[in-house]
């Protein structure tokens, strides 16, 4: 197998663009996205994933979808935009689609897992906290989504929140990893966060992976 994986923000208007040229060059057997079919059919829907007794069971996904929602507004791009594209492309293209993410449920039992004091901490002292998207994230997502930013981001989240690293990147990268093993196609393009690619790549064994 080969691997293509395209690094996207979600909510950058150049995420999706990248979607559409690396698909259309690369002309690939498979697409896999990072979404699970709760997501999948709440986007398709063009609804939120989540009911308002998630907001309350897990607030803070759901304020991580706040935020996803506020940098939407932001950069004037729906959140998901990237993901809809590789759907769509999917069905156009009439290219297999796989959903290679861990069910989104899965994850907010996981996250309730994690202790209050490192939910405290991430909201009110982490640089990803809701101050700093309100009044500090800048306006040129080009430049935060170059690779060394991205791996300094994650490098910096994870020393500081270990768990929350572990449940919504290590656990998901080994995940999706997994699923797109299984994936019998000799060239996959793989549509993942760019924060995502640096762990997938790792676990992918003999696959050649590249990066468009």
Do not use: W
Not at 26 to 33: S, T, Y
Request: hydrophobic residues 50%; positive net charge.
């Amino acid at each position: 197998m080969e691997l293509v994986i395209v690094p996207v923000a979600h909510v950058s208007k150049k995420s999706v663009e990248k979607v559409r040229e690396t698909v259309l060059n690369e002309k690939p057997d498979a697409i896999a996205v990072e979404l699970c079919e709760a997501r999948l059919h709440a986007m398709l829907a063009k609804k939120t994933s989540f009911r308002g007794n998630d907001a309350v069971r897990n607030p803070l996904y759901f304020i991580f979808y706040l935020i996803q929602r506020m940098l939407g507004e932001i950069f004037r791009v729906k959140p998901g935009s990237e993901m809809f594209e590789a759907v769509k492309l999917a069905s156009e293209l009439q290219i297999p689609l796989y959903l290679v993410d861990r069910d989104i449920n899965r994850t907010m039992q996981r996250l309730n897992t994690i202790s209050i004091k490192e939910k405290l901490m991430l909201v009110f002292q982490s640089p990803f906290s809701i101050p700093f998207f309100i009044f500090k994230m800048p306006r040129n997502l080009e430049e935060l989504m170059a690779r060394q930013n991205i791996e300094r981001i994650m490098e910096e989240f994870k020393a500081r929140f270990p768990s929350f690293y572990r449940v919504l990147v290590e656990e998901r990268d080994a995940h999706m990893a997994a699923r797109v093993s299984e994936i019998s196609a000799e060239k996959v393009v793989l549509v993942v966060g760019a924060g995502h690619v640096k762990g997938i790549a790792s676990l992918m064994g003999d696959v050649l992976v590249r990066v468009a």
